[in-house]
């Protein structure tokens, strides 16, 4: 797909960006482009990308009937470009992004968007945006592809014209600072996703249903919520916005098994691969609230870590709940999660072999 480009007229100063790139924190400062890409039904009731384009940043003129302001007919996906030591941009696994957000846009009654397209539109918002790709350590520039549901109507029926998006944002440690174990809080009232619902899809709605607990957890002075699947033994589901690992005495990795409800996260797939490749047992299974109680109280808990692009790995210091909390022991040594972290921030950035060809070049 051909893109044509217009190139901002008002791109924020090299000063400015400069101040913004210093201290870049999470998802507060946007590059000064965007790529859209239009799909509308046409006559004969066939569906069809079209208009591919580079585009200043700026609001989106909508109509206040629009599907996705109504019944959140959207998708979204988030990922990286790192910026090499030869000033190369790359960007971590691509295809399986583009691959999940194909099995969003499904679910939630979107069109596909062919995986090269998919790709291309992140190495023309890159190729405009290139000055803001961040080189501090654990920076990079976090992508925002997302996909909307633009038509009129108020019938509840998939819209007839969708807007597929790029956004771009420098971003750091998504929780602040400077990398520390978070506590998280265990929601008991709320429950993310249902069986057969959309808990593995990556759709807006999962964000704004996880908020109330969110508030929740804030309240009790966590950065995160933990979800429960009440219907299976209460089995941990995942985190607000990340997947959750956990690593026994023993060695072994484990992680709740993709069961429907789980977002099937690249940086969850990648960590279970890097074990793997440690030697480490891995294991992909219903882990329980009870479970965990069990090994807090006899001491076979070593670790737990959430993942996620955004967080990257950020390792879990406590679970608060209404009645007790569980404390993540000191790790005895090099803990599993920082091993882990440090390769996969080291394939991402370059510093260390790329073994599994995971790494795209953009720019
Ligand atoms: C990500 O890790 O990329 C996410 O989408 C999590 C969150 C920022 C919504």
């Known amino acids: 797909m051909e893109f044509s480009q217009q190139f901002s007229t008002s791109p924020k100063s090299e000063a400015e960006r400069a101040a913004i790139l210093a201290d870049p924190g999470f998802g507060d400062y946007f590059t000064d482009h965007t790529v859209v890409i239009d799909w509308t039904v046409d006559a004969a009731g066939e569906g069809g990308w079209h208009d591919a384009r580079v585009e200043p940043y700026g609001p989106i003129m909508m109509d206040p009937a629009a599907a996705v302001l109504h019944y959140g007919q959207e998708i979204f996906e988030g990922l990286k470009a790192y910026r090499h030591a030869d000033s190369s941009v790359w960007t971590f696994r691509p295809e399986a992004n583009a691959a999940r957000f194909n099995k969003s846009a499904v679910r939630l009654a979107l069109p596909e968007l062919p995986e090269e397209d998919f790709i291309e539109s992140l190495r023309q918002i890159v190729a405009a945006d290139r000055a803001w790709v961040p080189s501090g350590d654990g920076e990079a520039l976090y992508l925002r592809p997302f996909m909307i549901a633009t038509e009129a109507f108020l019938g509840v029926r998939p819209s007839r014209e969708v807007s597929y998006r790029v956004i771009a944002s420098p971003a750091g440690n998504y ?62 589901d995942e985190l607000g916005g990340m997947n959750v690992f956990f690593v026994l005495a023993d060695g072994t990795v484990v992680t709740p098994e993709l069961n429907g409800n789980i977002l099937h996260g690249v940086t969850r797939s990648s960590v279970l691969q890097l074990a793997r490749d440690r030697g480490l047992v891995v294991e992909e299974r219903k882990f329980t609230i009870a479970e965990w109680r069990e090994r807090v109280a006899d001491g076979t808990l070593a670790e737990v870590f959430a993942c996620g692009t955004a967080a990257v790995i950020t390792p879990i210091g406590e679970l608060k709940t209404a009645v007790d909390t569980l404390v993540t022991p000191t790790a005895q040594g090099e803990p599993v999660w920082k091993g882990i972290r440090e390769q996969l921030l080291g394939i991402q950035t370059g510093t260390m072999e790329d073994t599994h060809g995971w790494l795209t070049r953009l720019a």
């Open 175 to 236: 929780f602040g600072g400077e990398l520390k174990p978070v506590s998280i809080w265990l929601s008991e009232r709320y429950a993310r996703a249902g069986h057969g619902g959309t808990g593995e899809a990556k759709c807006g709605g999962n964000y704004a249903a996880s908020l109330a607990a969110q508030i929740e957890a804030e309240q009790h002075g966590c950065k995160q919520v933990l979800f429960l699947d009440p219907t299976n033994d209460h089995a941990v």
